[in-house]
């Protein structure tokens, strides 16, 4: 077998260029704008952020670079520490909630409820909101916690237990956030966990059933192990991605009020977009930028990301021989 590996191997070598170019056309052609982004327009854009960032620029867009000056500021601005607190409640319990919520999705619909077809129905329902607006759900969610008597939380608890109007979104603005963006971007978590669930083979809940394990045992001994990749990558994936989300803490309490909903991302997007100082602006959005390598480094290496990138480009003839 080894040896006709070696003998396509080499036949492929020997082929035309020509024949080669062709053969990649189609698969060329569909990811040709995928990377224009990644490697063309994001770095481009990329090193204009950088370049802005050591410079005073403002809406006169002059470039008046002013060394290391905006970093220092940004340093000693009295709002980053509640700034840094609220991006860490945020990031932490917005994907412990988005984890733990989609697990439980997943789990119900493609495990305890028997039936395949209801299961889907149910999946499909809590994907609905995810093909409206980013807009109209925090419309929706600005009507539930609104101040006035007609907010549908206030009507709630007024008909229970008689309360008094309540401003929510003032009392209560990085919760609400923080439940906001939790609840509705479980989604793609339930995907993943759906499908990692569904792929585990039958035969072993047969087994774990014949040898007498309970529901429990199953669910800690034989699904978890299995989720164990499925939860790396959405831990670093959606991790990642939320350090730079601000979308739906602008629509709803725009980081207010007196910063305690304000997030790093928000906050850079405010300083050059609000007070049209890009230059500070810049400087404030490239401090993730370590975190986010640091973050990567330690998924690679301590969370076992690596192992998990080795076992996806390894062909099934590698995992057979390996076993």
């Known amino acids: 077998m080894m040896n006709d590996e070696l003998q396509e191997g080499s036949a492929a070598l020997k082929r035309p260029l020509w024949s080669k170019i062709r053969e990649q056309l189609a698969p060329g052609i569909m990811l040709l704008p995928f990377m224009l982004n990644q490697y063309v327009l994001f770095v481009i854009t990329a090193v204009i952020v950088i370049l802005i960032s050591f410079t005073s620029m403002d809406s006169a867009l002059q470039w008046n670079f002013n060394g290391l000056d905006n970093f220092k500021r940004a340093l000693i601005d009295p709002a980053i520490g509640l700034i840094i607190w609220n991006t860490v409640l945020f990031v932490c319990v917005t994907m412990f909630i988005k984890v733990v919520w989609g697990l439980t999705i997943a789990l119900s619909t493609t495990y305890y409820i028997r039936s395949q077809r209801v299961g889907r129905l149910f999946r499909m329902i809590w994907l609905l909101p995810r093909v409206s607006p980013g807009v109209v759900e925090a419309l929706l969610w600005i009507w539930i916690f609104s101040s006035g008597s007609n907010g549908i939380l206030n009507l709630i608890m007024h008909a229970l237990y008689g309360w008094e109007p309540v401003n929510w979104l003032d009392r209560y603005p990085l919760m609400i956030n923080i439940a906001l963006s939790g609840i ?15 792929s585990i083979e039958k035969s072993y809940f047969y087994v774990a059933k014949v040898d007498g394990a309970s529901e429990w045992v199953i669910l800690r001994k034989l699904m978890l192990p299995f989720l164990k990749w499925p939860l790396t990558f959405l831990l670093v994936w959606q991790g990642l991605s939320m350090f730079t989300s601000y979308e739906s803490i602008l629509l709803l309490t725009d980081g207010g009020p007196m910063n305690r909903s304000e ?7 405010h300083t050059a977009f609000s007070t049209l100082n890009f230059g500070y602006g810049s400087a404030i959005s490239l401090f993730i930028l370590p975190v986010v390598v640091l973050a990567m480094f330690i998924s690679y290496r301590v969370f076992g990301f690596k192992k998990m990138m080795k076992s996806a480009q390894s062909s099934p003839q590698d995992t057979e021989r390996k076993g």
């Not at 790093?264 to 997007?269: N, S």
């Open 263 to 269: 997030t790093w991302a928000l906050y850079a997007f």
């Open 184 to 198: 509705m971007g479980s989604s793609m978590s339930m995907i993943i966990f759906s499908s990692a669930i569904q």
